[in-house]
Structures are given as C-alpha cells and as structure tokens.
C-alpha cells in the first residue's frame, strides 16, 4: 500500500499540529505564520516561525544539493515569478526519492482570482510537464522530471459525505471532462499532489 506524506500533513482535524518527521529532514518553502512542524521554514519575510530569509525568486537557495527528503509548497507555487525554475531548485535540494507536497488553490475557485498577489492558476494537468510518463512532458520543457506519487482534488482526505466520495471518485478518473465543464459548476477549492525525485539508475 502506498504511503503518503500529504495524507499525514493534511488531516482529517485539518493541518497537522504535531511533529510527524522523526528524523526526516524537511523544508517548508514560503512558511509564513504556518510552518510544517519541525521542518526548516523559508521565507523572504522576518517572522516568528521563519528559520530562515531568503528571497525565494533569487536562486539558488541556501541549501547545498540533496538536502531534503521532504520540501513541503503549501499555497506557494502560485505566488512565484517562475514556476518551473522553483520546481527545478526543488529537485536540485531533494535527494533522490525525496517527496515534494504540493498544494495550489484550483484556478476556478474563488481564492485563486481573489488574491492580488497570484501570479499562477492550475489546473490538475499543470504539473503533467514536470512529471515522469504523462503527454505534456514530451515538451521537455525541462531538464528534470518527477514521478507522480498522488493526486487529490481539494483535501486528500476522503469525505464522510458518500456522495461528495463518489463525486471526488468520478472527477479523478475524467480530470480532462472536469476541468474543461464540470468545474464550471462545481469547483474544488484546491488541488494536492505529491511527486517523488526519481532514484537514478
């Protein structure tokens, strides 16, 4: 059975309260006030959770390569000048088979066109350049790829409502179909994936 970082950050009682790294060396990447409990917080602002300051549009980062096993990107990605040139120094400061969590607001919900300051909108194929075997990599828009561990529409949790599970079910298995009408109804708040630095050979 796959074992999932996301599942255990995004719980059931909401964003986890406790430290669940053990020895896992991890990276919040645009902390804030939040930060992933006993991760290393990075942030371009001075505040009390923040360990360290560093404006993250100018790379490299801090960080030598293949310092993380886990770099957590809640609500950060959409605020970036470049995308791709973050995923890039992601996978540059994960060691091989080291987990990245994402999580982006959904490009038709209400927080994603509210907020001043998002420069990004995603949809569930966004990433499909940057990951390992799907149609849109064959772009080669970069020169690192990820695998695909997971992906949710909205919280990974499953709901306690049958119908919002079978509702989520459906919406996975046609993301095409959903993203291009079904949203147009009924918008998810977010999206979540969790990818994988592949393990070279």
């Known amino acids: 059975m796959q074992s999932f970082w996301t599942t255990r950050i ?23 006030n939040r930060k992933l409990p006993g991760a290393i917080g990075i942030d371009r602002l001075k505040l009390p959770n923040v360990d360290v300051i ?3 549009s100018r790379f490299p980062w ?9 770099v957590l990107a809640n609500h950060f990605l959409e605020h970036t000048e470049d995308v ?18 994402i999580q982006v607001p959904y490009f038709r919900s209400l ?8 420069r990004h909108f995603f949809t569930s194929a966004t990433l499909d350049y940057v990951i390992e075997g799907t149609n849109l990599a064959r772009y080669s828009y970069t020169q690192f790829f990820f695998k695909k ?3 949710w529409y909205a919280w990974p949790q499953p709901s306690r409502n049958p119908f919002a599970r079978l509702f989520k079910s459906f919406i996975t298995s ?6 291009q009408y ?13 990818l994988e630095k592949p393990i070279q050979p």
């Open 10 to 32: 995004y719980t059931q009682r909401g964003f986890v309260r406790e430290n669940i790294l053990g020895d896992i060396r991890a990276l919040d990447i645009g902390s804030g």
């Open 54 to 56: 560093h404006d993250l």
């Open 62 to 70: 801090p960080f030598p390569n293949e310092s993380f096993n886990l």
């Open 84 to 101: 791709l040139e973050t995923l890039g120094e992601i996978h540059r400061i994960l060691v091989p088979g080291g987990r990245l969590v």
């Open 111 to 118: 927080d994603a066109i509210t907020d001043p300051t998002h």
């Open 149 to 151: 561990i997971g992906f």
């Open 174 to 179: 046609h993301r095409h179909f959903y993203d």
């Open 182 to 194: 079904l949203s147009l109804v009924l918008p998810v708040e977010c999206l979540t994936w969790e």
